[in-house]
């Protein structure tokens, strides 16, 4: 069993910056895909970051250039990098990781963009 808690998430203004970061408890394999997705209200849940094992990463178009998803294989944790946010960027954010076969889900954390 895996358990993932996010932090990170917050208010901030319209061109700030904000790192979320998540961490993982429990067995991580070695082949393992971690992903970030966001929900925003009155929207389906869209996935916005990923990154393998061997770190291959993919953006949505959304944010591609302004966010990044940098991982700790040691401290099974990773990280979204945000920056030049957007109002359309204010969802809840949730962390998730894909290993041994199963699919683990953060609790989710709040950002809030103001314009």
């Known amino acids: 069993q895996v358990q993932l808690v996010e932090a990170g998430g917050g208010l901030v203004q319209s061109g700030g910056s904000l790192r979320l970061s998540c961490a993982a408890s429990?067995?991580?394999?070695?082949?393992?895909?971690w992903s970030w997705y966001r929900q925003a209200p009155e929207k389906q849940r869209e996935v916005v970051a990923n990154?393998?094992?061997?770190?291959?990463?993919i953006y949505a178009d959304s944010v591609k250039v302004r966010f990044t998803i940098p991982r700790d294989n040691v401290k099974n944790m990773v990280y979204l990098q945000m920056s030049s946010l957007k109002p359309e960027d204010t969802a809840v954010y949730y962390c998730?990781?894909?290993?041994?076969?199963?699919?683990?889900w953060g609790q989710g954390t709040q950002v809030t963009v103001s314009s």
């Open positions: 429990g067995s991580i394999f070695r082949i393992n895909t």
């Open positions: 990154i393998t094992s061997v770190g291959t990463t």
């Open positions: 998730t990781v894909v290993t041994g076969g199963n699919k683990y």
